[in-house]
């Protein structure tokens, strides 16, 4: 298995303007998770799909995150309008199971950089 | 508030030498916690995990240990080598909740 994708690997966007990360988890798991990675914050649980329902959206920051996950095989995380602060790598993990008590699969991250 | 801290931003040690890596939680409701391990550019990958029923919990270098009164756990790698050299993160979760830590930044000097 190719493991869990994401596109793109970089993003460098202009304040204000809509981005969209893109993951394909790994074929089987029933979970499926986005994180935001930054210096101050470490590493935060924004929200986590089970069966391509969201479970727990808490860890959105405000109204301009949105995720979705149409179908078992496709998840994006959407940003409108992107704000500087919202530079950072998020990274896409997914696993199957017992959720968060199993080993998560990583994505390589999507780097974001809003100027 | 910071449910799961990593007081140590870094950490050198020896090649050889055994490297403790501390993790503190604040939560009593967590009871599973895990390790991840992450390179430069890369997403973390999973090092090893304990349940709260447990206090120890080995994978041949790598052992964790976790002091539930204290609500503290450490991961002990023996002996440290150059690829272990990384980023290493503390989770703590319950009811499928998951919170990191910020992590520690592991350097093993030649």
């Known amino acids: 298995d190719a493991g869990v994708i994401q596109s793109p690997r970089h993003e460098v966007t202009e304040m204000g303007q809509e981005v969209t990360l893109r993951c394909k988890p790994i074929s089987g798991h029933d979970y499926l998770f986005w994180y935001r990675q930054t210096m101050m914050r470490g590493l935060e649980l924004l929200i986590y799909?089970?069966?391509?329902?969201?479970?727990?959206d808490s860890g959105m920051p405000e109204d301009r995150f949105s995720a979705k996950m149409p179908n078992a095989s496709f998840s994006t995380l959407k940003i409108q309008p992107s704000e500087p602060r919202d530079s950072a790598v998020y990274f896409c993990?997914?696993?199957?199971?017992?959720?968060?008590?199993?080993?998560?699969?990583f994505g390589p991250g999507t780097r974001l950089t809003v100027l | 508030d910071q449910q799961v801290k990593q007081n140590s931003p870094s950490l050198s040690v020896q090649e050889g030498r055994i490297s403790i890596l501390n993790c503190d939680y604040t939560n009593s409701m967590f009871d599973y916690f895990l390790w991840y391990k992450k390179y430069p550019a890369e997403g973390p990958t999973f090092l090893i995990s304990i349940s709260s029923i447990k206090d120890k919990n080995e994978d041949g270098r790598f052992t964790v240990f976790l002091n539930k009164s204290a609500k503290h756990l450490s991961l002990h790698i023996v002996p440290s080598q150059p690829g272990d050299s990384a980023v290493y993160f503390c989770a703590a979760s319950y009811d499928d909740k998951i919170i990191f830590g910020k992590g520690t930044r592991l350097h093993i000097l030649p």
């Open positions: 799909f089970n069966n391509n329902v969201p479970i727990d």
């Open positions: 993990a997914s696993t199957t199971g017992g959720g968060s008590y199993n080993e998560q699969f």
